[in-house]
């Protein structure tokens, strides 16, 4: 048998508010960052077992004008400085409104798609975690496995049938690890 390398990874797909740090609505000042305890220690994990860690997240704050594109890279540079340098390969957000149609706004699969081209992803081994059900549907689309953590909307959430529901990012993460690449 011919075995051919593997070249494509798989990755974790996680939502920003909610799921990595408290959701203040429209978060637009670095103060406002504050990431949930016990998140950089399960990414640094998932991280190890050879996952890409890549943000997803709808930021249409932007797109209504409540805060530029500018200060959304200044509260970026805060999550990865309370998260740890090194942690998030990378982030990708889109900032239009819901109302507009758009590829790429959750709970479309736009933004996992640009990251599968440009990590070489293996979306069948890969992990959409996040609070909403736009994040759960956004993973279903792009064909990735899906987590609801019952952390911020996670909590109220019914109208989703993720494939796993975790209290938390640790628990989530423990899900993902006990599973593996398979």
């Known amino acids: ?30 103060k406002q960052v504050n990431v949930f305890p ?20 709808n930021q249409s704050g932007i797109g209504r004008g409540y805060f530029t594109q500018r200060t ?14 090194g942690i998030l390969d990378a982030t990708y957000f889109c900032a239009d409104l819901p109302e507009c149609a758009s590829d790429r706004r959750k709970p479309n699969a736009g933004m996992l798609l640009e990251a ?7 979306l069948a081994r890969s992990f959409m975690v996040g609070d909403k ?7 279903e689309t792009a064909g990735v496995r899906t987590i609801l953590v019952k952390t ?18 640790s628990e989530a993460a423990e ?5 593996g690449h398979g």
């Open 1 to 30: 048998m011919i075995r051919v390398p593997e070249t494509s990874r798989p990755a974790v797909f996680l939502d920003r508010d909610g799921t990595l740090m408290q959701d203040v609505d429209y978060c637009g000042d670095p």
């Open 152 to 169: 911020g909307y996670g909590k109220d959430a019914t109208n989703c049938s993720p494939d796993f529901v975790a209290s938390d990012l």
């Open 175 to 179: 899900i993902i690890l006990k599973l």
């Open 72 to 85: 959304y890279y200044t509260i970026e540079r805060e999550l990865e400085r309370q998260l740890g340098e």
């Open 116 to 122: 599968e081209r440009d990590f070489d992803l293996d």
């Open 133 to 139: 059900c736009s994040d759960i549907e956004s993973g």
């Open 38 to 57: 016990n998140v950089a220690g399960p990414l640094r994990r998932l991280k190890e077992h050879g996952y890409k860690i890549i943000v997803i997240t």
